[in-house]
């Protein structure tokens, strides 16, 4: 029931398309949804996180869509750039404390 | 503002050994939580400290033990180390347990 599911393993977009990663949680303790960006050699790196009382949030190219009722939530990347490669990681957890993490999606955007 | 340190960044140790490893956290941030990320098992929770205090522990043997000290800096050390126990030990930290969680570098540990 701790398991957070994510998709696609990997995606590979043309720059200034839109990156679509979904993730899937069963635990329905989890009040806290962030998603993280890592490149190789580094540590991950927050980008955008959400909790259920909003559907959608958006900062800057990055949109968090949330459903709760399906207990879905989905992150996307409007005009992707070459420099969004990287691994991006959806996560969930009760009030922010030990996150369960997805499988991971290796991003890559084509020139 | 100064992000999470780890030390060392790299670590080379043989079976059976043990190892340390330090983390001090955003100035200001008094909660501290170890993750292990390996490729087979993804990023994995290892424990959470608070004001000095283990908040929460993930699903690891006991051979992985950790600290916390009065001024927030955390420590994490693994007893008769195996061959699978070679990750990249990730350590974030944040406010307070509720709060956002912002991840240091790394430390890449494998075992010979």
């Known amino acids: 029931q701790q398991q957070v599911k994510q998709s696609p393993q990997s995606l590979i977009v043309q720059k200034g398309g839109i990156s679509i990663i979904n993730c899937a949680y069963e635990n329905t303790a989890f009040d806290y949804f962030p998603w993280y960006q890592q490149f190789p050699g580094k540590g991950p790196a927050l980008l955008i996180a959400?909790?259920?009382?909003?559907s959608e949030k958006k900062e800057g190219r990055f949109t968090i869509s949330f459903n709760k009722s399906a207990k879905q939530f989905s992150l996307h990347i409007m005009d992707s750039q070459p420099g969004d490669s990287a691994t991006y990681f959806c996560?969930?957890?009760?009030?922010?404390?030990?996150?369960?993490f997805g499988e991971g999606t290796q991003l890559t955007v084509n020139p | 503002k100064a992000g999470v340190t780890q030390t060392p960044r790299y670590l080379i140790k043989t079976r059976g050994q043990q190892v340390t490893l330090s983390c001090s956290p955003i100035?200001?941030?008094?909660?501290v939580s170890w993750y292990q990320q390996t490729p087979g098992q993804g990023l994995q929770f290892l424990f959470e400290y608070f004001s000095e205090t283990q908040r929460n522990k993930g699903n690891f043997p006991g051979r992985f033990s950790g600290r916390q000290f009065s001024n927030s800096r955390s420590e994490m050390n693994v007893s008769t180390l195996e061959l699978g126990d070679s990750a990249l030990y990730l350590c974030?930290?944040?406010?307070?347990?509720?709060?956002?969680?912002?991840f240091g570098p790394g430390t890449r540990l494998t075992v010979l």
């Open positions: 996560a969930a957890s009760p009030s922010g404390s030990r996150l369960t």
């Open positions: 959400i909790r259920p009382d909003v």
């Open positions: 100035s200001g941030h008094r909660s």
């Open positions: 974030a930290s944040s406010l307070a347990v509720v709060n956002e969680q912002f």
